[in-house]
C-alpha cells in the first residue's frame, strides 16, 4: 500500500511526528508543493494522512505551501480542502487529524477514515476551550500519547485504528489528564 502523508511542517505539531515514522512505502510531503501537485499525489496513493492545524476549511498549509491563484480570495490557506473531497472520497482508510476535522467532513460527506474534532495540543487552546490551569507538561504528555496510541494502530483499518486509539489514549483520559479528556470524546469513524 502507498500511503501519502500531508504535515505541513510547523513545530507547534512535531509531536505527530512518531505517527507515520514507521510507514513502509510512504510519501511525506511538509512544505514547497502545490495544491494542484497535492491533489496529483492524492490520486497515486492508496493511504491519505492529512494532519497538522486546520479549521472547517481544511487542513492549513501554515505558509509551506504554494499559493495558487485560487486560493487568493480564501480566508485561509488550506493545502487539502473542498477541491480535493472527490478524490479523497474515493479513498479509504484515510486520517484527517486537524482541529474541526469533524466540520470539515460534515460538510464534505464523502471521504471516510479516521478524523478528530477540536483537538486540543497547546495550553493555549486548552485556555480557550475553558480548561484551566494545565501545564505544559501536562499538554505534552497528552500529545505524546496520542501519537504514540495511532501509530500503534497505524497498520489496522481506520475503524478499528478508531476504537484502538480510544481505547489507549482513554486510559490517560480515565488516569486524569483532562487534555486527554477531551481529546478523546473527539476521535470519531465513518
Not at 6 to 22: G, K
Not at 24 to 46: G, M
Not at 82 to 105: G, Q
Not at 153 to 174: D, N, T, W
Request: charged share 20%.
Amino acid at each position: 500500500m502507498k500511503t501519502l502523508i500531508i504535515h505541513p511542517e510547523d513545530s507547534s505539531t512535531t509531536f505527530l511526528n512518531p505517527i507515520y515514522a514507521d510507514i513502509p512505502n510512504k510519501t511525506l510531503v511538509q512544505s514547497n508543493s502545490s495544491k494542484s501537485k497535492i491533489y496529483y499525489l492524492i490520486a497515486k496513493h492508496d493511504r491519505i494522512l492529512m494532519m497538522g492545524h486546520g479549521c472547517h476549511d481544511g487542513l492549513l498549509a501554515v505558509g509551506k505551501f504554494e499559493y495558487e491563484v485560487r486560493d487568493l480570495f480564501s480566508p485561509y490557506n488550506c493545502v487539502v480542502d473542498r477541491e480535493a473531497v472527490d478524490l479523497l472520497s474515493t479513498k479509504k482508510d484515510s486520517l484527517f487529524i486537524w482541529c474541526h476535522a469533524d466540520v470539515f467532513l460534515q460538510e464534505n460527506p464523502g471521504p471516510r477514515g479516521f478524523y478528530t474534532g477540536m483537538f486540543i495540543s497547546e495550553v493555549r487552546e486548552a485556555e480557550a476551550y475553558g480548561i484551566h490551569g494545565v501545564s505544559q507538561e501536562v499538554v505534552d504528555e497528552s500529545n505524546r500519547l496520542f501519537s504514540q496510541e495511532v501509530a500503534k494502530a497505524i497498520h489496522l483499518p481506520a475503524a478499528e485504528l478508531c476504537r484502538q486509539v480510544k481505547k489507549g489514549y482513554g486510559q490517560l483520559a480515565s488516569a486524569g489528564n483532562p487534555i486527554a479528556a477531551y481529546n478523546c470524546n473527539r476521535l470519531y469513524y465513518r
